[in-house]
């Protein structure tokens, strides 16, 4: 397919737009860049590219709300390269239903990015020097982030031991104003809240997330003590499970295969080989 040279890559992550933009231009290909969901819209729209590298994961819109609208058959055609630390079945059928090319994300994934990028500007093999494979792994980041906030130290320690052993970076917070703040600063794949904690519980905290523009993106998964849901079944239904609140709610103790299966949505670890149950 021939199409236009330029490229729109759209992520909320700096390091990982330099780094494909340093790559696309090596390509020969002329490269815009969108931090936001918003922004990649605005402009596609002013100046339709040929190819839009996107994140799932940003604020302002999700990637496959861009999907939907830059996809729309009244809009000029473009390929789109989905690249993303997901990898369950939804995203993988959604993918394929926009006719979007699945990259995850991973040190490797210039290797699958270019020669997609090739394919569909036809550059011919070897008018471009490769890049040597440590130049290509940097990318992007190796390990995804998760934010643990809790005010039980016991369940901290024991999630904290069981998510590094998946190969992802943790971050500990006890209460929802402490969890906000890193949140804000560290920019987690995941955030993990008790609901009932002093000084901001998960509902705090939810609320402080969603309605801040850097972390309204970020998938929150609510664990709770209590032993009859009802306590909070008002506040659940209304606001905090769901598209604007959490992606999932847990009651203690947690089993671990669901607690990785729910996180396995939203970023890349490593599943272990054993199961078990996390607190008492």
Not at 21 to 28: D, H, I, N, P, V
Not at 150 to 158: E, G, I, P, T
Not at 166 to 180: H, I, L, R
Not at 209 to 234: C, M, N, Q, Y
Request: contains cysteine.
């Amino acid at each position: 397919m021939k199409s236009r040279g330029n490229v729109l890559i759209a992520d909320d992550d700096p390091g990982v737009v330099r780094a494909l933009s340093l790559r696309c231009a090596k390509l020969g290909l002329t490269v815009e860049t969108a931090n936001n969901g918003l922004q990649a819209i605005l402009k596609a729209t002013r100046n339709p590219p040929g190819v839009m590298i996107l994140d799932l994961n940003m604020p302002e819109a999700d990637g496959f709300r861009v999907c939907e609208w830059m996809l729309d058959p009244r809009r000029p055609p473009m390929e789109v390269i989905v690249l993303t630390g997901r990898s369950d079945d939804e995203t993988l059928d959604r993918c394929e239903s926009f006719g979007a090319y699945y990259v995850p994300k991973s040190p490797d994934s210039w290797s699958t990015i270019r020669p997609l990028l090739e394919d569909i500007f036809e550059i011919k093999e070897g008018s471009v020097p490769e890049e040597n494979s440590r130049t290509t792994a940097s990318f992007c980041h190796s390990k995804s982030k998760i934010l643990i906030v809790d005010d039980d130290s016991d369940l901290l320690r024991a999630l904290e031991a069981r998510l590094q052993k998946c190969d992802v970076e943790v971050f500990k917070a006890t209460d929802g104003m402490e969890g906000f703040r890193i949140a804000v600063r560290e920019k987690p794949d995941v955030v993990i809240a008790d609901y009932n904690m002093p000084e901001g519980g998960g509902h705090y905290l939810i609320w402080r997330l969603r309605s801040t523009i850097a972390t309204s993106h970020i998938p929150i998964v609510v664990i709770t003590g209590e032993a009859d849901l009802s306590a909070i079944k008002f506040p659940l239904e209304r606001d905090v499970v769901g598209r604007a609140g959490a992606v999932r709610l847990f009651r203690k103790p947690i089993q671990t295969k669901d607690l990785l299966e729910e996180l396995a949505k939203h970023c890349t670890l490593t599943m272990p080989t054993s199961t078990y149950a996390i607190g008492l």
